[in-house]
Structures are given as structure tokens and as C-alpha cells.
């Protein structure tokens, strides 16, 4: 029973609603999220891609890059095809995780009946049907929203991929997304046979040894700014092969420096070939770095953004840690005390 203050709205005029709707009426699927896949883009596909299978329908889901290891075992992960090129034969292609199509990073959904399912501040509603809901914590909270809507059960295997969706993308209930209903959500979740202790660890104690000297090297080189209020991290692929890994381990090694009391804000570049670098960032608090990857071409939330620019560091660092200590000193001025 999902209780009352909780139920989501689902008027025939709602977003959901008319994508339930034509969930119903349609029969083949491609599924799809963004590039560089992380545990919403995984959980909120799968989540869905077993609904689907529960109301008989055909579903494919289509991803630009295998996502990392720890998520490998997780159920129905070898359903997912890896590629940058579709020609889809299906009724709709639902989107999610994705502020514009492009960041999904597989060619040829142009043109398709989209299904745009997003909670990225930003989305550019893209999509045939468009649900962007910046208040849901994860996708996964939209995702099981629909799933509720199109009353199919909430199996173990859907139940487990929303709350790996949730747990993930809350950076382990730490941001300051989370609501009541996330709560809710995962009671269910945890109600339906999921194991928090074990998911936990499953996501976040499974590292590698290699993964384990990759901290150490990446800590011991970091830059303190701000008086200690901004991390600094430095990655290319050299220190990744000094220490046997690729770069499907970095994830989560953003979120280390944060464990400091006084660093309310890390950066983390990762540089790679011809002058690329990808700049993720995360913060405390009301620290907004969405802010800062929009100037910058990106995007994300507020404790969790990033964007990719090509230019070299002693031309681009300068200018993205002064924006973020200002973001800093802003989030700082209205920092909760409860
Ligand atoms: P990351 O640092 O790559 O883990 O990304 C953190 C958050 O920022 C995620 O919600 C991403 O979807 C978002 N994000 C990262 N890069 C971009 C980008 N180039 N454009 C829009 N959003 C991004
Ligand atoms: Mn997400």
C-alpha cells in the first residue's frame, strides 16, 4: 500500500499518465540512458525493462558504454547491448536520465517515437512525451512512480534496480535531494525482499586491490583550496595503469574528499587524449555546482554535476575553482544547522 501523501498523481492529463497510456497501447521497446552509465541510468532500465517483461511486452536496451563492474551482477544486467548506432525496430524508445538526447551517446533515435523520463534541471523535453520531475531523487523514483501506474507488482528484481537507482543516486543518502518519498520507495523496496546491508556492499565495498592503491595515489596528490574548502583531483590514464585499473574504477572517488569536515567542495578532473577533460564535481549542503557546470556547458544537480571541455588545465583549472569557491562561499551563507 503506498500511503496517501505519497501516492503519485496519476490524471489522465499527467505526464505519467499519458506515458502510461501509451506504454499500454504500444508493444516493442528500446530502452536507453546516458553515456558512462552509473546506478540510476542502470536501475531506472531495468527497473523498467522488467515491467515491461511483466506486461508482455518486448524490450531491448541499448546503452553507449558497459557501466562499471560492481553493477555487473546485479539482474538482467546481459540484457543490456552496448553500441553508438541503432536502427530501432520498436513502437517507442523511452529516455531516461537524459536532459537532451545526445547524452545518451547512441545514434539513430532521432526521428523515434520518444519517451523522456528525466529529472535533470534543464531537460531540454525532448521527447513525443515528455515527464521531467527536478523533485525525484533518482530517476528511480520516477521510474517506480510509472511502474506503480501501469500496476505491475513490485517483483524483487524491479524492487532491487530502484533502490540501487535511489541508493546511488542520493551518493548513499547523502544529498540533499531526498524527501520522504524516497524513504517510501525504498521501505517498499526493502518490504518487496531487498537487502540494504547487502546492497550496500554490493555497490560500495566491492572495490579491487588496484582500486584501493588508485585511492591512495589519487588522495595523496590532492590540492587543498579555499582554506580547505575545496578539493582539488587530478586523474589521466598513466596513474590509472600504475595502479591496474581502467576507468570504470574512478567512480565514486569523487565523493572521498567530502568525508573531510571542512571541504564543502571537490573537483575532479580527468584528463584525457587531444585536450579533453571531464570535470565531475560534487558538494555539501546548499553548495549549488550545478551552477558552475552550466556555465561550463553541463549539467547535473545540485551536489552532483559535471561537463566535458577540451582546453588545458593551466587554462581551465584557474577558472573553474573560482567559480567554485564562490559557489562555496554562496552555499555557505545558507547552510542548514538540522
Ligand atoms: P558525474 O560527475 O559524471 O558523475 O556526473 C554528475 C552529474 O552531472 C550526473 O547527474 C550527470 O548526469 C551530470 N552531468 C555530468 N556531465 C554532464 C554533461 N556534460 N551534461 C549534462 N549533465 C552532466
Ligand atoms: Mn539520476
Redesign the pocket.
Known amino acids: 500500500m503506498i500511503n496517501e501523501q505519497t501516492q503519485p498523481a496519476v490524471g489522465p492529463d499527467s505526464a505519467v499518465g499519458r506515458i502510461r497510456d501509451e506504454v499500454l497501447r504500444r508493444r516493442r521497446f528500446l530502452l536507453t540512458s546516458?553515456a558512462?552509465p552509473?546506478g540510476d541510468s542502470i536501475g531506472s532500465q531495468l527497473a523498467m525493462a522488467f515491467a515491461l517483461d511483466a506486461l508482455g511486452k518486448q524490450v531491448r536496451i541499448v546503452n553507449a558504454d558497459a557501466a562499471p563492474d560492481h553493477y555487473q551482477d546485479f539482474p538482467g544486467m546481459d540484457r543490456i547491448e552496448i553500441a553508438e548506432r541503432v536502427t530501432p525496430d520498436v513502437d517507442a524508445v523511452i529516455v531516461m536520465?537524459c536532459?537532451d538526447l545526445g547524452?545518451s551517446g547512441v545514434q539513430g533515435l532521432e526521428g523515434q517515437f520518444l519517451i523522456n523520463i528525466d529529472h535533470?534541471a534543464g531537460n531540454r523535453l525532448y521527447g513525443a512525451l515528455n515527464w521531467h520531475d527536478e523533485s525525484a531523487a533518482a530517476c528511480g523514483e520516477m521510474v517506480f512512480d510509472l511502474i506503480r501506474a501501469l500496476d505491475v507488482p513490485l517483483s524483487l528484481e524491479i524492487a532491487t534496480h530502484i533502490y540501487l537507482a535511489i541508493l546511488t543516486?542520493t551518493g548513499s543518502f547523502h544529498h540533499s535531494n531526498i524527501t520522504p518519498r524516497t524513504f517510501d520507495i525504498c521501505r517498499q523496496a526493502v518490504e518487496a525482499g531487498v537487502n540494504p546491508a547487502i546492497m550496500a556492499r554490493r555497490v560500495f565495498d566491492s572495490n579491487s586491490f588496484g582500486k584501493l592503491k588508485l585511492i591512495g595515489a589519487l588522495l595523496d596528490s590532492m590540492v587543498l583550496l579555499d582554506e580547505g574548502r575545496l578539493a582539488v583531483l587530478h586523474m589521466d590514464d598513466g596513474m590509472l595503469e600504475a595502479c591496474n585499473c581502467t576507468n570504470n574504477d574512478t567512480?565514486g572517488l569523487?565523493n572521498l574528499p567530502l568525508t573531510a569536515r571542512e571541504i564543502q567542495a571537490v573537483v575532479?578532473f580527468k584528463m584525457g587524449p587531444d585536450d579533453v577533460v571531464?570535470v565531475?564535481?560534487?558538494s555539501k549542503y546548499d553548495v549549488d555546482v550545478?551552477r558552475v557546470?552550466n556555465e561550463f556547458?553541463?549539467?547535473?544537480?545540485k551536489n552532483?554535476?559535471?561537463?566535458?571541455v577540451t582546453g588545458t588545465l593551466a587554462d581551465l583549472e584557474p577558472k573553474i575553482c573560482e567559480r567554485l569557491v564562490a559557489a562555496i562561499a554562496e552555499g555557505l551563507e545558507s547552510r542548514p544547522t538540522a
Open positions: 546516458h558512462r552509473d536520465e536532459s547524452r535533470h543516486d567512480e569523487i575532479f571531464r565531475s564535481m560534487r550545478r557546470a556547458g553541463g549539467g547535473g544537480h552532483a554535476a559535471g561537463f566535458t
